[in-house]
């Protein structure tokens, strides 16, 4: 079970009018936004391509949805963050991998860690945080950041909740396929 760097290409662009949740960006847009925050940031190459792919896993397990559905916040956790990680095994390290696996608990810990940042979630990720546990208690915190690549999951996060913006000009899908194919260890 695994893609091609062309089929995460072909399932990204696939994804250009697909809606990102409740947000006004579409999941190409929130994508493509991520992964620029993280190179703006001067991440490395591999952090870069954990932003590009945090959310694969929306792709490859949810629905088209053809405009965003405010009023439609969804009942249960989807995991995705553990959906892509099979399809992605066997290209990439454990520095793409890790971070995109810790992305959620990582929301989970800057809720527990950092008294702004509950406060600054959109609507539609502060009832997301609930479906995922809630805010990490002391022992989860401390567990955490016991984990590798748990410090870039946390800044992977921050460019999360930042790449929501309509309209944000990105360097185009090639500059980050390119930037895949730099890092893969196929
Ligand atoms: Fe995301």
């Known amino acids: 079970m695994s893609l091609s760097i062309p089929e995460i290409v072909q399932l ?20 493509l936004q991520c992964a620029h925050l993280a190179e703006l940031a001067n991440e490395a190459p591999e952090t870069v391509v954990a932003a590009l792919l945090h959310d694969l896993g929306h792709m490859l ?12 916040l969804p009942a249960k956790d ?6 892509a ?15 995109i696996r810790l992305h959620v608990d990582a929301k989970r810990y800057l809720c527990a860690v950092d008294a702004l940042y ?24 401390h567990a955490f950041e016991d984990l590798p690549f748990y410090a870039e999951a946390v800044r992977l996060r921050r460019y ?3 790449a929501k913006v309509p309209g944000q000009p990105t360097p185009a ?14």
């Open 85 to 99: 990680l099979p399809f992605l095994r066997s290209l990439f390290p454990d520095a793409v991998l890790e971070p």
């Open 61 to 72: 397990s949810t629905e088209r949805t053809a405009v965003p559905d405010h009023e439609a």
């Open 173 to 186: 899908l090639a500059h980050y396929a390119a930037l895949m194919q730099q890092v893969t260890t196929a």
């Open 160 to 162: 999360d909740d930042l």
């Open 118 to 141: 509950w406060d600054a979630l959109s609507p539609a990720s502060k009832h997301s945080l609930e479906l995922q546990g809630g805010r990490f208690d002391d022992a989860h915190v």
């Open 12 to 31: 990204l662009s696939s994804r250009a009018t697909t809606w990102y949740g409740q947000e006004a960006v579409s999941q190409l847009e929130h994508a």
């Open 78 to 83: 989807d995991l995705h963050q553990y959906v």
